[in-house]
C-alpha cells in the first residue's frame, strides 16, 4: 500500500490535538523511526500530532511489541508540528491514518475530507474543567460569574466548553470566556483567570507536577462528543480495507496491554520520547498515561464506536454552529 495517494479533497487547516500540547510551542513536523534495530517501513503512515510524547503510547507499544508485524503490517508514524494542519498530510495522501477527536473529524468532513473512523481510542470526552485546589467553585453550577480560560474558539476544549455553557442553560451568559492561547497553566497559576478547560490527562496532571494543588469538574453525564479516534482516509479503506484493520487491531491490542499495565506505556515511549530515560520524566509519564487509562475503557469498550453517539454528536454540533455544512455520520464509521 503506497503512501503517496492522490486525494480530490482540498486541503482543510484545522485545530491541532490539544492534548498533547506543549504550552503552544511550534515544533517542525517530524517522522518517527523505529529504534535501532528495528526494521523501517514507509508502507502505512500513522499520522500522530505534535512532538513524540507518551500519550501516543499505544502506536509506540504495538510497534516495539510487533503487533504490526503479527498483524501482517508494516507501520511509520509520523508527528505533525503545530504548523501542520490536522488532516492536512492525510488529505493530501501523505498519511493513511491520523489520530484525532471525532468531532474534529467531523468538521473536517463537513468541509469535504474523506475520512472514516475505525475506533474510538478515548470512549470517554478527556476534557474537564481545571480550578484550584482552594477555588470556591464546586460543579458546573458555581461558575456563572467566573472566568475560563480556553486556548481559541478550536478543538476539544472548545467543544467541551460548547457542552459546559449548554448544560448551564441561560446562566451560561455570566461565564466570562476568555481565549489564552496554550497558557493554560500560567494562566491558572498566575489567577489570569478562574479556571480552564483542559484534558484531564494532560494540564492537571502537568500542575501537580509543578506542585500547583488544583482540582477537576467533569462535564456532566451523556457528553455529545467523541473524543480521541483513529481515522482512516476513505482512499486507504478503499484500497486495502484489511490491512486498516489489520493496523486497527494491532492498536487496539497495545491499548489492551497499557490498560493492564500502565508501565508499558513508558517502557515503550523511552524509545520515542527524548529524555523519557531520566527518572523524573518516567515518573511525569507515568502518571499521564495512569490518567489516560480510563479513558480507554476496558472489556468490550476498547476501541468501540458507537453510531448513536457519533449521531447525537452531529446533531449537536450542527445546532451549535461547529459545523460548516450538514452530516450524516452513515458512512463515517468502519465497522468490520
Avoid: K
Amino acid at each position: 500500500m503506497s503512501t503517496r495517494r492522490t486525494l480530490t479533497a482540498t486541503l482543510i487547516a484545522t485545530a491541532l490535538l490539544a492534548a498533547c500540547g506543549q504550552g503552544g510551542s511550534e515544533p517542525e513536523a517530524a517522522t518517527v523511526s523505529p529504534p535501532a534495530g528495528a526494521a523501517a517501513s514507509e508502507t502505512f503512515t500513522i499520522g500522530l500530532t505534535y512532538t513524540p510524547d507518551v500519550q501516543f503510547s499505544p502506536f509506540y507499544v504495538a510497534q516495539e511489541r510487533g503487533y504490526f508485524e503479527d498483524a501482517g503490517v508494516q507501520v511509520e508514524l509520523r508527528h505533525h508540528g503545530a504548523s501542520e494542519g490536522l488532516f492536512s498530510a492525510a488529505i493530501s495522501g501523505e498519511e493513511d491514518l491520523v489520530v484525532a477527536g471525532g468531532d474534529e473529524m467531523l468538521q473536517a468532513v463537513a468541509e469535504g475530507a474523506d475520512l472514516v473512523a475505525t475506533a474510538t481510542l478515548y470512549q470517554d470526552y478527556p476534557v474537564v474543567l481545571v480550578v484550584p485546589e482552594d477555588s470556591d467553585i464546586q460543579g458546573l453550577t458555581d461558575l456563572p460569574g467566573h472566568s475560563v480560560g480556553v486556548p481559541g474558539e478550536f478543538g476539544q476544549t472548545w467543544f467541551g466548553l460548547q457542552v459546559l455553557l449548554d448544560q448551564l442553560g441561560p446562566a451560561a451568559e455570566e461565564v466570562q470566556v476568555e481565549t489564552i492561547g496554550f497558557t493554560q497553566l500560567a494562566a491558572i497559576t498566575s489567577g489570569h483567570v478562574d479556571t480552564v478547560m483542559g484534558f484531564v490527562n494532560n494540564e492537571p496532571v502537568r500542575l501537580q507536577e509543578q506542585g500547583v494543588a488544583t482540582r477537576t469538574i467533569p462535564l456532566e453525564d451523556d457528553v455529545p462528543l467523541v473524543g480521541i479516534s483513529l481515522i482512516a482516509t476513505g482512499p486507504a479503506l478503499d484500497e486495502d480495507a484489511e490491512a486498516v484493520q489489520a493496523v486497527n487491531d494491532a492498536v487496539l491490542r497495545a491499548v489492551a496491554d497499557i490498560v493492564a499495565d500502565p508501565q508499558v506505556a513508558v517502557d515503550a515511549a523511552e524509545q520515542y520520547v527524548p529524555d523519557l530515560g531520566l527518572d523524573e520524566a518516567r515518573s511525569a509519564a507515568l502518571a499521564t498515561v495512569e490518567a489516560t487509562v480510563p479513558l480507554y475503557g476496558t472489556g468490550d469498550q476498547i476501541g468501540a464506536l458507537d453510531p448513536e453517539r457519533w449521531t447525537q454528536m452531529a446533531d449537536f454540533m450542527g445546532q451549535h454552529g461547529l459545523l460548516s455544512a450538514e452530516v450524516d455520520v452513515e458512512g463515517l464509521l468502519h465497522q468490520p
